[in-house]
């Protein structure tokens, strides 16, 4: 298993990403363009105990999740907790055929490319 990036103001595993402010070195990029794009690789981020992933981003960039994997499943959630015990509902979410789920802002625009 990846060890992850571990970039400041990025946390991985059990604890949400927070992007908002980022000045990204790196293994995440992020442009100051009116439609900036933060590039994150999935293979880079560790999902929680129950596989799911948290992207907190208060700067309005669209996101980019860098992976070979199909999306097997995405929409808005319902009522839902993170292992982690972070409150999701009414977050975005793309879960993919290798089982993790990305959460998001559902202001958000999220873009799955294998390109890198």
Do not use: K, Q, W
């Not at 129950?50 to 907190?56: A, G, R, S, T």
């Not at 199909?70 to 319902?78: D, L, N, Y």
């Not at 975005?92 to 490319?113: E, K, M, N, Q, S």
Request: aromatic share 4%; hydrophobic share 40%; with cysteine.
């Amino acid at each position: 298993m990846s060890t992850g990036i571990r970039v400041p103001g990025i946390t991985v595993g059990d604890e949400p990403i927070a992007l908002g402010g980022l000045d990204a070195p790196t293994g995440a990029t992020e442009n100051s363009a009116a439609a900036a794009t933060l590039s994150l690789s999935l293979a880079d981020l560790l999902p929680d105990a129950h596989n799911e992933i948290v992207i907190l981003d208060g700067s309005g960039s669209s996101l980019a999740v860098v992976t070979d994997h199909a999306v097997a499943s995405h929409g808005i959630s319902g009522d839902h907790v993170t292992a982690s015990g972070l409150d999701v509902s009414g977050f975005a979410y793309c879960t993919f055929d290798g089982g993790v789920t990305v959460f998001y802002p559902a202001t958000h625009r999220l873009i799955v490319t294998n390109d890198t």
